[in-house]
Structure formats: structure tokens, C-alpha cells
């Protein structure tokens, strides 16, 4: 029998933009995933028992991948089947595309087994995309996967952390994808709708959690902006470094400053005596990829913050 643990210590940096009319900030937390896969909770564990690459994203809208009676996507089912990521990366990158989803997670580590630890860096989350979505797959099993679907650092409560949840901890839980009706880990293929995304409470798995994940919130740190600079535009975003600021509400624009991801100044350009009408070309083509936040500084002291993203 073999226990499998996952620590997953996931550094994500949150961006917000500060509007006039609302406060926002800065969050700074540590996640890390432990799973339990045991024979004693879940009956048995499989002799070439492992799991999937964890992958998921941040996005603004609830069940945006996933969600609980709804029939699985085909992203979630060829995670939940094989361990395959590439159509619930699609499926993130199209949310994206939208504006229903920031950034895709996903780590590059399957298969990993007994004990396996894995991690993001460098993750930037906007204010406007609070929730974290991520899944792996149960290996072996017919369609079963593990979720963290939706979760949402925000507390509601402004007056403590600035709005963000302080350290905390919860379960994990595994879920049947509800396209193969396999009974067992090791069942043969045997495809076939069972109404949706479901719980799994009976056997094997008998409805005990499979681990737990832990937020450790580390800072929490603030941005200024006015709302009125929300009008101005970053075009193409993401870029290759050459691209538009469209302004045409025509606002008095004094310094742009290029901060990074973790919150230096990478570049500072004065802008109020150059020449241009409702775009202002610039180019940063020089700065490594990634996510950089652009502050906007008007002539009257003003200023906002637009997301940039170097590919």
C-alpha cells in the first residue's frame, strides 16, 4: 500500500487595481496541497496509483470550469480520464480570451507518486480574477479527479487584510467526472454519462477526503488609482513588447512607470512632452516575458494601473 503526499507551495502575487470609488491591495500567499490516498479512508490504493498534472487557473466567474450535477467539460473529462491537459487548457485559454479567466496554472510534473512536491512562482492574480480553480487526476480510475473549484481568497471584510482571507486550511475532495461508469480504480473502460460532475461518497473512495490545502497569506500590500484612467487601453495585450496606449479621453498623461511582478520599478518613461494624438506607441521588447503592471501618472499627481503581458 502505498500513502501518497503532494505539497504544492504556490506563490501568488496579487495585483489589484485600486479604484477611487473602492480599496484594493496587494495579497501575497503560500499554497500547498498535502493529498491522503490510503487504503484504510479509501479502501484500497492501486499498485501504480499516481496523479495528474495539477492544473487550473484564475478566473472571476464561479463553475467557469467546473460544476457540481453539470455534465463535465471536455476538459475536465480528459483530465478526469486519461491525465490529459490539453483540452481543459483550451478551454482556460478561451476564458481568457473572453474575460472570464486571468491565467492558466499548471505545473509539468505528472506523474508523481508516494511522495511528490511541486510548485508555482511568479504568479500574478488580479483583484478582478479572485478565484483558483485547480485539478488533478485519480490514477487509476475510471473518471475520478481531485478540485479545488472556485475558491475565492476575498474575506468581504475590508477592515482586515485589506479584504483578503488570513491563513487558513481546507479539504480536498474527489469527484467522478460522471463519464465512465467504472466502479472500481483499476475498471475497464466502460463509457457512459451518469448525470453530471458528482461527489464520490460511496465506494472506494467513500467520500473521505483525499487531502487538504493551505492558504498561508504572507502580505498584503496596496495601489492607488482613479477611475477615469480605466478608460485608457493597452493594445495588442498580450504583446511582444511593441505596443498602443490608446488615450482618448485625451488625459493628461505625465510618466509611465514598468513595474514587474514583484513590485520594483522596471522602467520609468516620461511621456508629457511627447508628440501624439490618441495612441502612443512604446516598446518594450527588451524586458524578459512575463507580467508587468503599467502606473499611469497624470500631470495633477493621478494614477492607475493597467496589466501588461510580455509572451
Not at 484564475?58 to 467546473?66: C, G, I, K, L, R
Not at 508628440?275 to 499611469?296: A, C, E, I, R, T
Request: hydrophobic share 40%; proline share 3%.
Amino acid at each position: 500500500m502505498k500513502n501518497f503526499t503532494l505539497q504544492v507551495k504556490l506563490t501568488v502575487f496579487v495585483f489589484l487595481i485600486s479604484f477611487s470609488c473602492f480599496s484594493q491591495s496587494t495579497a501575497n500567499y503560500e499554497i500547498s496541497i498535502t493529498t491522503i490516498w490510503n487504503a484504510t479512508d479509501h479502501t484500497s490504493v492501486p499498485g501504480n496509483a499516481h496523479w495528474s498534472d495539477l492544473i487550473g487557473a484564475t478566473h472571476n466567474t464561479a463553475n467557469e470550469f467546473v460544476e457540481i450535477d453539470q455534465n463535465a467539460t471536455l476538459g475536465i473529462k480528459n483530465v478526469a480520464e486519461t491525465g490529459n491537459n490539453s483540452a481543459i487548457t483550451t478551454e482556460i485559454n478561451d476564458a481568457i480570451t473572453d474575460g472570464k479567466a486571468d491565467q492558466l496554472l499548471q505545473d509539468g510534473f505528472s506523474p508523481f507518486g508516494a511522495i511528490s512536491s511541486a510548485g508555482f512562482t511568479d504568479i500574478s492574480v488580479d483583484e478582478d480574477f479572485p478565484l483558483i480553480t485547480l485539478v488533478s487526476m485519480v490514477a487509476p480510475s475510471p473518471d475520478w479527479f481531485i478540485a479545488i473549484n472556485s475558491l475565492t481568497l476575498r474575506s468581504g471584510n475590508e477592515a482586515v487584510n485589506n479584504g483578503w482571507k488570513d491563513t487558513f486550511t481546507m479539504d480536498v475532495f474527489a469527484y467522478d467526472a460522471g463519464t465512465d461508469l467504472g466502479a472500481d480504480y483499476n475498471s475497464s473502460n466502460q463509457p457512459g454519462g451518469t448525470g453530471g460532475v458528482t461527489l464520490i461518497t460511496g465506494s472506494p473512495i467513500n467520500g473521505n477526503r483525499m487531502g487538504t490545502i493551505t492558504f498561508t497569506l504572507n502580505n498584503v500590500l496596496g495601489v492607488d488609482k482613479v477611475s477615469s484612467i480605466n478608460n485608457i487601453k493597452l493594445f495588442p495585450n498580450p504583446t511582444s513588447g511593441i505596443f498602443n496606449i490608446s488615450n482618448i479621453e485625451n488625459i493628461d498623461l505625465k510618466t509611465i512607470e514598468v513595474i514587474n511582478i514583484l513590485g520594483s520599478i522596471t522602467l520609468q518613461v516620461n511621456i508629457h512632452n511627447l508628440s501624439f494624438d490618441n495612441n502612443l506607441p512604446l516598446n518594450l521588447s527588451d524586458l524578459k516575458k512575463g507580467v508587468y503592471f503599467l502606473k499611469l501618472i497624470t500631470t495633477s499627481g493621478q494614477s492607475g494601473i493597467q496589466k501588461l503581458i510580455i509572451e
